[in-house]
């Protein structure tokens, strides 16, 4: 899987904390983890407090986009807010996924803050053994 690493992750976070939250014009990055398990590559994102019907996933060709939307927990009017440190908004991540992946049948879990996606390696990418034939007789050259 192709992944684009970001080397000024920290300053992005720094920029977002100064600039607000995320909005669908300008969404905040979402960490994230991805290794292989198998014959799967598996996709962890952390979007602690969003609700699954907040959650969108889409593929198209070969670039997968997941975004969140965290919103404001519903307040009464005698509530005053003391503090506020959990970000609000937009949260959206673009992966390029390799060809060799099976986006046809990407399988999403989402638990404990965490949305798991389980994409499979497709069949064509699988290492294969070819048998060699041989002859099937010997033949006699004549001159």
Sequence with gaps: ?????????????????????????????????????????????????????????DVERNMLTVKAERRPVAKAD???????????????RQIVLADTLDTEHIEADYDAGVLTLRIPIAERAKPRKIAVGGGSGRREISG
């Design 78 to 92: 005698d509530v005053q807010r003391e503090m506020s440190e959990r970000p609000l908004g937009v949260f959206s």
């Design 1 to 57: 899987m192709l992944m684009r690493t970001d080397p000024f992750r920290e300053l992005d976070r720094l920029a977002q904390q100064l600039m607000g939250p995320g909005t669908w014009s300008r969404p905040s990055p979402m960490p994230m983890d991805a290794y292989r398990e198998g014959d799967r590559y598996v996709v962890a994102f952390d979007i602690p407090g969003v609700s699954a019907d907040a959650i969108d996933i």
